[in-house]
Antibody, heavy 123, light 110 residues
Framework: EVQLLESGGGLVQPGGSLRLSCAASEFTFSSYAMSWVRQAPGKGLEWVSGISVSGGSTYYADSVKGRFTISRDNSKNTLYLQMNSLRADDTAVYFC????????????????WGLGILVTVSS | QSVLTQPASVSGSPGQSITISCTGTSSDVGGYNYVSWYQQHPGKAPKLMIFDVSDRPSGVPNRFSGSKSGNTASLTISGLQAEDEADYYCSSYTSSSTLVFGGGTKLTVL
């Protein structure tokens, strides 16, 4: 069964940085696009960022562009999200999500999700 | 980015059919056949129910179906069951090369 396990969350002060990781297993990680999706407490889903199979193409929501960087290491089957200049409105559960195809944003939808990791930005 | 518009809540009795709408613009829902629907139970990760407007992943009951007309996509659940009670979110590709989600719809099975 496909597994996606997020780590690296926690409490951070406004303006601080955090790096999330997502360890993937039981599928050919290098064949699928990946994304991060977040959910603020009691709120809806918000797509954050996506990355192509090779890592050569990356996409970001306007709300995080210039502050967050998505990357992947196919040799380690791991997806990353480097989050800088964190703000209170970045507080959310962050989900790692596998695309159902090699397409980052178009075909396939997100067919597998991690359990999520909580990031809290507060002083 | 804009949020796709969904009704805040819908309800139905067991065995009935319900439809959840998802309204966007010609720059997202109306312009592409890349609409997905997700089911989320409280405290759980979302689950893919429909992708590419009307395709169903293996394992999802055929009670769930998707369609699109103009700038509005729809998720229909027929033969409503108690376990269908959850939050439902639509998502679409946009002309800005991003993804956008709807605000979510809470389905109550009466």
């Amino acid at each position: 069964e496909v597994q996606l396990l997020e780590s690296g969350g926690g409490l951070v002060q406004p303006g601080g940085s955090l790096r999330l990781s997502c360890a993937a297993s039981e599928f050919t990680f290098s064949s699928y696009a990946m994304s991060w999706v977040r959910q603020a407490p009691g709120k809806g889903l918000e797509w954050v960022s996506g990355i192509s199979v090779s890592g050569g193409s990356t996409y970001y929501a306007d709300s995080v562009k210039g502050r967050f960087t998505i990357s992947r290491d196919n040799s380690k089957n791991t997806l990353y999200l480097q989050m800088n200049s964190l703000r209170a409105d970045d507080t959310a559960v962050y989900f790692c999500a596998k695309r159902g195809s090699s397409s980052v944003l178009r075909q396939g939808g997100f067919d597998y999700w991690g359990l999520g990791i909580l990031v809290t930005v507060s002083s | 980015q804009s949020v796709l518009t969904q009704p805040a809540s819908v309800s139905g009795s067991p065995g009935q059919s319900i439809t959840i709408s998802c309204t966007g613009t010609s720059s997202d829902v109306g312009g592409y056949n890349y609409v997905s629907w997700y089911q989320q139970h409280p405290g759980k990760a979302p689950k893919l129910m429909i992708f590419d407007v009307s395709d169903r992943p293996s394992g999802v009951p055929n009670r769930f179906s998707g369609s699109k007309s103009g700038n509005t996509a729809s998720l229909t659940i027929s033969g409503l069951q108690a376990e269908d009670e959850a939050d439902y979110y639509c998502s679409s590709y946009t002309s800005s090369s991003t993804l956008v989600f709807g605000g979510g719809t809470k389905l109550t099975v009466l």
